[in-house]
């Protein structure tokens, strides 16, 4: 099977986990993509809060029902990919640059499933850059900052702002992203206290104690994770 059809078959599963009248958060990216699809074509009555501008924009043209995470008071269930996912659940996010309003859907929800194929499951986090949003203004001196907060974990690195086609990536509130090539992980609680001290971070893409279930798509059908 290939990783896009095990993505598919683990988006389907988690479309059969909503019930009718449910708010739920729309995650981001191809895997969340499938979810989206899935669930428009259940045709429940639900409102989906979305994580970004792209997964809006396919939601609305699947006719789904909208609303922003401040027109709600909670969410029922929010399901999302993940770039990796590690021990406990811990995952990385980001590779979609949609981090940070990824981890504010997910802190507001009841239950968060994460959806992927079956590469994505790894046992030790970090082969997979480490996306970190930060504010524009002053972005070069919050990268040499997120260098010594690297190096206090041990990790010597000088993370990457992200560019496409030469062109720095902005995310959907304005900012850009640095990836930071870890390469191993092993103490992901302390690098995101670390991460999170510096001034110009907005949020990085570690989801700790977030993740209450995986739905994983292999070759043999889905296999669920619990943390
Ligand atoms: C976006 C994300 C995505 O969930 C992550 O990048 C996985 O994407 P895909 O399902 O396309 O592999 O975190 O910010």
Same mark, same amino acid.
């Given at each position: 099977m290939s990783a896009d059809d095990q993505k598919r078959i683990a988006g389907e599963a988690a479309a059969a986990l909503v019930e009718a009248g449910m708010t739920v958060g729309l995650g981001t990216g191809s895997t969340a993509a499938w979810f989206v699809k899935a669930l428009a074509g259940r045709g429940l009555d639900i409102r989906g809060v979305p994580t970004s501008v792209a997964t809006a924009d396919l939601a609305v043209s699947l006719g789904m029902k909208l609303a922003t995470? *401040?027109?709600?008071? $909670? @969410?029922d269930l929010t399901v999302d990919g993940a770039d990796e996912i590690g021990p406990g659940l811990t995952l990385i996010k980001g590779g979609g640059a949609a981090l940070l309003r990824e981890k504010l859907v997910w802190e507001a929800s009841k239950r968060c499933v994460v959806i992927a194929d079956a %590469?994505? !499951? !790894?046992? #030790?986090? $970090?082969a997979f850059a480490l996306p970190i949003e930060v504010v524009a203004f002053g972005h070069i001196h919050t990268q040499a900052r997120l260098c010594d907060a690297l190096a206090s974990c041990d990790i010597e690195i000088a993370p990457r702002w992200r560019k496409k086609d030469g062109e720095p990536v902005r995310t959907d509130g304005g900012n850009y992203v640095y990836d930071a %090539?870890?390469?191993? @992980? +092993? *103490?992901s609680a302390m690098l995101a206290d670390a991460l999170k001290l !510096? +001034? $110009? #971070? !907005?949020?990085?893409g570690l989801f700790i104690d977030l993740a209450d279930e995986a739905i994983i798509g292999t070759d043999s059908g889905v296999k669920r994770l619990t943390p």
């Open positions: 995470l *401040d027109e709600v008071k $909670g @969410i %590469a994505k !499951v !790894v046992p #030790v986090l $970090g %090539a870890c390469r191993e @992980i +092993t *103490d !510096v +001034t $110009g #971070v !907005v949020e990085h």
